[in-house]
T-cell receptor, first 112, second 114 residues
Framework: QQQVKQSPQSLIVQKGGISIINCAYENTAFDYFPWYQQFPGKGPALLIAIRPDVSEKKEGRFTISFNKSAKQFSLHIMDSQPGDSATYFCAASAAGANNLFFGTGTRLTVIP | KAGVTQTPRYLIKTRGQQVTLSCSPISGHRSVSWYQQTPGQGLQFLFEYFSETQRNKGNFPGRFSGRQFSNSRSEMNVSTLELGDSALYLC?????????????FGPGTRLTVT
């Protein structure tokens, strides 16, 4: 059973537009929510992460919005660029362990 | 600082064989986690090693095993390979077990089972 549900599966956005990827979870023990970016032939790279004591975290063009009551979080990529074209994974983990539960991934394509 | 290195990068094995994959964590990192990535199942946690001890294990059969050496390098072994074991195997290192906010992934080993 998928512990973290991610949508959409794929996303096409025009250059300069906003990319939005959504994730939902059920396990209330999760208290750390990172997003990873993966390019073909590479391992996932940590992009940005949030803990449930804040509702939003912004780093450059990347913002995580977190809704604890709905058990949902999302990644917003502002001013999307062709170089952002990659697969994005949301993940979650609980205290005391390093194992991450990943969403199924979103393949983002930014067209010039 | 050098990143996480994994060897070999590509591997082709025959069903029924066994395989050993290697992971060298970032210098100073003592926790190594292994993940399997497939198109159908996505990224799934296999196990985590810290201080040469398995700290956590995912839901995989006993054919999947691992170990960690005193220098924090880790190996994972898959015995009696099945076609469904074809996947990208990723390792991630962090400073310590529970230090999950700074996990760095290697490029992976692409295993093909024929």
């Amino acid at each position: 059973q998928q512990q973290v549900k991610q949508s959409p599966q794929s996303l096409i956005v025009q250059k300069g537009g906003i990319s939005i990827i959504n994730c939902a979870y059920e396990n209330t023990a999760f208290d750390y929510f990172p997003w990873y970016q993966q390019f073909p032939g590479k391992g996932p790279a940590l992009l940005i992460a949030i803990r449930p004591d804040v509702s939003e975290k912004k780093e450059g063009r990347f913002t995580i919005s977190f809704n604890k009551s709905a058990k949902q979080f999302s990644l917003h990529i502002m001013d999307s660029q062709p170089g952002d074209s990659a697969t994005y994974f949301c993940a979650a983990s609980a205290a005391g362990a390093n194992n991450l539960f990943f969403g199924t991934g979103t393949r983002l394509t930014v067209i010039p | 600082k050098a990143g996480v290195t994994q060897t070999p990068r590509y591997l082709i094995k025959t069903r029924g064989q066994q395989v050993t994959l290697s992971c060298s964590p970032i210098s100073g990192h003592r926790s190594v986690s292994w993940y399997q990535q497939t198109p159908g199942q996505g990224l799934q946690f296999l196990f985590e090693y810290f201080s040469e001890t398995q700290r956590n294990k995912g839901n995989f059969p006993g054919r999947f095993s691992g170990r960690q050496f005193s220098n924090s390098r880790s190996e994972m072994n898959v015995s009696t390979l099945e076609l469904g074991d074809s996947a990208l195997y990723l390792c991630a290192s962090s400073l310590a077990s529970g230090h999950r906010w700074e996990q760095y992934f290697g490029p992976g080993t692409r295993l093909t089972v024929t």
